[in-house]
């Protein structure tokens, strides 16, 4: 077959063309492949960075309980923590504390107020059922540097607090039920009324029917201001039984009685029949308290105040702004929060029994709210070993407070008694209320 000259130039022509074109795809394929690798290589190495930051944030997060023992002393709100306490918008300095790798480890500390205070229904004694207060953080922070630049940063920030209060079996509450026979319990609704625990359960009973009847009068989306949650304990040895709650109620009376007639009271130590307390008298003071006992029922209303040790053999209500530091012991079965004021205020121990039950036990247990919801009821070990002061020998050895004067505050407290309570990693560090630096 012939085949001209000019053919065989065309099919050469082509040939090279199409060497031409696969050489070019085969170079761009080639630049893409290298390209990929190149991006893999750096985004595995920018990878590698910030595991080592975040390792090195690990690290200073679990080593968060020492930094705070080491430079507490440069805190400069020893009250963080407490109730209704707001916090403060400064934070310590960073703190370079070692190395992880390539990566600094840094630290810095700060009291903020609560951001998040529980609005809805909420797990018992989980961390976040509390109301709004002030949180102590430490933030950890592992940094890589490279040409003076931050090139990788990871934060964690934790939240420390006192540990203690869960695993309490024995004693009683800022409120304490210690029978087993609920009756009606109506809590305040209002986000204002607070009962603190104080590191410890806001509310016992004495097992887990009383329990369950105090929780179901209790709003759900207000279980966060019972600070602690709601237990069922075994209760104080004075009122195990109403035998034993009987030989302590005599004595009080006793004691009462003696006062009394030795001219020791500031307004009376001892009242027969029902008492109409309104206005301002006190019924001891913090430096001078007293044991304060009514035969029958009470109404404390207006600025009445106190301290020591409240008996009262019926029922008590509690309205207008009354406030009493120790043991309120109600042996009725009844508290009330009346009237349109705000509760008032407690600090120690309010326990609630009815010692007229039957066959050996408790007779019913009730609480009512009737306006009152602005109340706070705090328990404080310091106001309940003040009272128990106040009790002769047999008196003491009845009845003593199952507990231990504890820090109110985590800047007050040894390391030892501190614990991690929560922990997140922190895009931003709270930037707006402290910067980005």
């Known amino acids: 077959m012939y085949i001209s000259r000019d053919g065989f130039s065309c099919q050469r022509g082509i040939a090279l063309l199409l060497s031409l074109l696969i050489l070019m795809v085969l170079t761009l394929l080639g630049i893409s492949a290298f390209h990929n690798s190149h991006i893999q290589e750096r985004s595995a190495g920018n990878m590698r960075l910030q595991s080592v930051a975040f390792e090195a944030a690990a690290s200073g997060a679990v080593d968060a309980i020492n930094f705070f023992d080491a430079y507490k002393a440069t805190g400069p709100d020893a009250n963080c923590g407490e109730l209704d306490h707001d916090g403060w918008n400064g934070a310590t300095a960073w703190v370079t504390r070692g190395s992880v790798g ?27 059922c509390r ?63 607070r009962v603190d625990g104080n590191g410890g359960p806001a509310i016992t009973g004495a097992c887990q029917g009383m329990r369950d009847g105090i929780r179901n009068g209790v709003s759900n989306n207000r279980i966060g201001n019972y600070v602690g949650g709601i237990h069922a304990t075994t209760p104080e040895s004075a009122w195990e039984t ?29 009242r027969s029949g029902n008492a109409y307390e309104y206005g301002t008298p006190q019924f001891g003071t913090i430096a001078d308290p007293q044991i304060t006992y009514i035969t029958g029922s009470a109404w404390m209303g207006g600025d009445v105040s106190g301290a020591g040790i409240l008996v009262v053999q019926g029922n008590l209500s509690w309205e207008g702004t009354p406030q009493f530091r120790g043991l309120i012991l109600v042996l009725g079965g009844s508290f009330t929060i009346a009237g349109g004021g705000s509760g008032g205020q407690h600090a120690g121990s309010v326990v609630i029994l009815n010692r007229n039950g039957n066959n050996g036990s408790f007779g019913v247990a009730n609480f009512y709210n009737e306006g009152g919801g602005n109340a706070l009821y705090r328990y404080d070990c310091a106001a309940l070993w003040d009272a128990h002061a106040l009790l002769d020998a047999n008196g003491q050895s009845m009845w003593a407070p199952e507990c231990v004067v504890g820090p109110a505050s985590p800047y007050t407290a040894a390391p030892d008694e501190l614990i991690i309570a929560s922990w997140r990693e922190n895009i931003g560090w709270r930037e707006e209320f402290f910067g980005s630096n």
Do not use: H
């Open 102 to 128: 390539e990566a600094t480890v840094k630290q810095r500390m700060y009291c903020l107020a609560d951001e998040y205070p529980s609005e809805g229904p909420c797990e018992e004694n989980a961390w976040d």
């Open 242 to 270: 109403p035998e034993s709650t009987e030989l302590f109620r005599t004595n009080l009376e006793t004691s009462a009685v003696n006062a009394q007639a030795a001219g020791e009271c500031m307004v009376y130590c001892f």
């Open 131 to 193: 109301p709004a207060r002030s949180q102590l953080f430490v933030l950890s922070r592992g940094e890589i540097t490279s040409g003076g630049q931050v090139v990788a940063q990871r934060d964690i920030e934790v939240r420390l607090d006192i540990g203690g209060g869960g695993g309490i079996n024995v004693g009683c509450g800022a409120i304490c039920f210690p029978g087993c026979n609920p009756g009606t319990f109506n809590f305040p609704t209002s986000n204002a009324f």
